[in-house]
């Protein structure tokens, strides 16, 4: 400790003077996890759209465009106007739409935001046009493509992929193009598999496109996307945009995947030591599920990480210390089963550093980012988050 604990929100000079439990942001690892699928993309002539669910936060979004604003998908509406509002007029929002959403979103555009929105469904093209008419706009939109079973959309070789295609031209509804996500990318764990992937998620999504040009739809944009298979993806030929979110940060899921090494995981969650229990083997801190989220998506990995994996306040890792439970606002740190390591001695008051499984899921946990560098634990800006939807 080098003086008293600064309050979240405040500004604090060091990590060691920041209240806990707080989120932390490398700003080097993240400039270069940017910037290694940047340039893998540009390498294939593919257009970048990262997902901003992930960073929700527009001095994340200017690392990612550092020469202006480009591109970017969003999950919710609230970052669609929070963008908006930033200067972002090119959107995507990738989640199939309600009819509440349909007449928010064409408020976007008739404000000059190019935001296009997805749906499956003739009933939602009908929907779609008839906010638009309302609005006095023309609405675009993605058909959705589900190219591994694991969320909505339709298949490649469904009927109904022309019948909604041509709802949304009867409709007034411009056909933006097909938009697919292989979340089945996952679950896997070795570079074939996720090569497989990857060329699955490209072959449907260029079947797709191919079904509705041939029935005389123009299919302009052909979208794909997933951390993993942008990263392993060897062929992206019909491909016109990738998407992703979580690359911005990585985290234990992705490394687990294969994805990214512990040195590219950009976020943290800093805790203090509030006890000890040496003859149960844990260690007290106090950040909790409401610091660190539920998210557990390493239990089904071949290494399970418990809620987070430790780190001292350098960020160097502790072998096999994971948070092995969690509370509202008590993390239990323990050595992860199986292992011979011992427990590190961490006195009432010392800090650590916590990795998470899922790093959307933990920085929705917090309000901003405290920013540092590589090696430094000065803390360098407070960057806010938006939230809600």
């Known amino acids: 400790m080098r003086g008293p604990n600064i309050q979240n929100g405040e500004t604090a000079a060091t990590v060691g003077t920041l209240a806990t439990p707080a989120l932390l942001l490398d700003k080097d690892r993240l400039d270069r996890n940017l910037a290694r699928l940047s340039s893998r993309m540009a390498a294939r002539g593919v257009v970048l759209r990262p997902h901003m669910k992930t960073g929700k936060s527009i001095d994340v979004a200017r690392r990612a465009y550092w020469s202006g604003l480009g591109p970017i998908t969003v999950s919710t509406l609230a ?49 779609l046009g008839m906010a638009g008419r309302i609005a006095g706009v023309a609405p675009s939109a993605f058909i959705e493509i589900d190219c591994d079973g694991h969320r909505g959309g339709l298949t490649a070789t469904d009927p109904k992929l022309i019948t909604v295609a041509a709802a949304l031209a009867e409709a ?16 896997l764990c070795t570079p074939e598999a996720l090569v497989a992937a990857a060329e699955n998620e490209r072959a449907v999504a260029v079947a797709a496109a191919t079904t509705l040009r041939t029935a005389g739809h123009e299919c302009p944009v052909v979208s794909v ?46 805790a203090t030591v509030i006890g000890t229990k040496p003859e149960k083997g844990w260690i007290l801190v106090d950040a909790g599920w409401m610091a660190l989220s ?51 001695d961490l006195p009432i008051g010392a800090k650590v550093r916590i ?22 634990d000065t803390i360098e800006a407070q960057w806010p988050r938006m939230r809600g939807w």
């Open 79 to 127: 970052e669609a106007e929070y963008f908006a509002r930033h200067g972002f007029r090119d959107m995507t929002y990738a989640v199939g739409l309600a009819p509440h959403a349909a007449d928010r979103a064409m408020r976007l555009r008739k404000v000059g935001i190019d935001l296009k929105v997805l749906l499956d469904s003739s009933e939602q093209a009908t929907m």
């Open 172 to 187: 007034g509804v411009e056909l933006a193009g097909i938009l697919t996500h292989a979340g089945e990318s996952y679950g």
């Open 225 to 270: 996307g997933s951390t993993p298979t942008a990263h392993f993806a060897e062929d992206l030929t019909g491909v016109t945009e990738m998407r992703a979110g979580v690359y911005m940060f990585f985290d234990l899921v992705m490394l687990g995947v294969g994805v990214c090494t512990t040195d590219d995981i950009a976020i943290s969650v800093l």
């Open 294 to 344: 539920r998210d557990r998506g390493t239990a089904a990995q071949r290494i399970d990480q418990g809620y987070g994996l430790v780190c001292d306040l350098s960020g160097k890792i502790y072998p096999d210390l994971i948070v092995a439970q969690a509370s509202q606002e008590h993390g239990i740190l323990a050595i992860r089963p199986g292992s011979a390591e011992a427990l590190p």
């Open 355 to 376: 990795l998470p499984n899922h790093a959307c899921a933990t920085a929705s946990q917090h309000e901003l980012y405290n920013v540092v560098s590589a090696g430094s």
